[in-house]
């Protein structure tokens, strides 16, 4: 396991305990001592793993997309015929074509894993996407099935789905679906996080509002008393409602923790597979109005809107003499 960081730390420790014999890799040498002390064999470096590996060898890597490429370049001197590479990190798939026929030319078979589990994968498991040769697939399916969230467990049918693992075809294939999936994701989360934005201003007292030409009058009523508390919304809904998930259960963990969410500042990252799912459904041409609109709402969480919204001003402006009013705290 070479990225010992949130997730392939865990990874490796489920391994552990499902009894492989793991040889870990990473940057930080207080990850790599950490894992050395719950019983997994410490390298010095990405050679160094290669070396310490039986043959043939399994190499997991769990690292930045971007810092791929360079790796498997520093593996492939000590690598074999016969090896397989697994990325269990979020490539774009276009990469993972180009990568296997690569290493497919040195003997070396890569697979791609779209694994999702996020912090809590060492106790619940992983959900795992993969994509490659079909015999690779067959030969580390020891190593997936520890790893899945029901690792071992009995299947209703042939598929290996229901166990928490899936061979979806070919190279590529497995980051393509982790890539729709992270998609749905941004929209799952924006859904929830538009609907307690709307219970949050339920829940304040009601604003006055200016009788003047640049505010907009409003015959909106909410009930005469709202005592809406959001930790308690959370939790109600986690409870027969279907609209109940881990997700919904994670922000309800927070918001018992902090109702106003005061330690988070709102500023939203992507880490690229939103961007790529929308991309994508450009190709295809096929519509993802929700998925598109997420992705760009978190691009306006980070302020990226800014200079639009000033633009806006600068025409109402313009047209009708509309003068800028700044919001008021709560409105």
Known sequence: MIGL?????????????????????????????????????????????????????????????????????????????????????NSHYADDMRREQELKARGVRYLDVGTSGGLWGLERGYCLMIGGDTQAVQQVEPI?????????????????????????????AGHFVKMVHNGIEYGLMAAYAEGFNLLHRAGQPPQKRAADAETAPTRAQMPRAMNVRLDQIAELWRHGSVVSSWLLDLLAGQLAESPGLEKFAGHVADSGEGRWTVEAAIEAGVPVPVLATALFARFTSRGESEFANRTLSAMRLGFGGHQEKSAAPGT
């Open 144 to 172: 997936l099935s520890a790893l899945a969230q029901s690792a071992g467990a009995a299947s209703i049918t042939a598929s290996t789905a229901a166990r928490g693992f899936l061979h979806v075809g070919s190279s590529g």
């Open 5 to 89: 960081g949130r997730m392939g730390s865990n990874m490796a420790r489920r391994l552990a305990r499902a009894g492989h014999s793991c040889v870990v890799f990473d940057q930080s040498d207080a990850a790599v001592r950490a894992l050395a002390d719950d019983g997994a064999t410490a390298a010095t470096s990405a050679v160094d793993l290669v070396a310490k590996l039986p043959v043939p060898r399994v190499v997991w890597m769990m690292v930045p997309a971007a810092a791929v490429d360079a790796l498997l370049q520093t593996l492939l001197a000590g690598l074999s015929p016969g090896d397989i590479v697994i990325d269990g990190g």
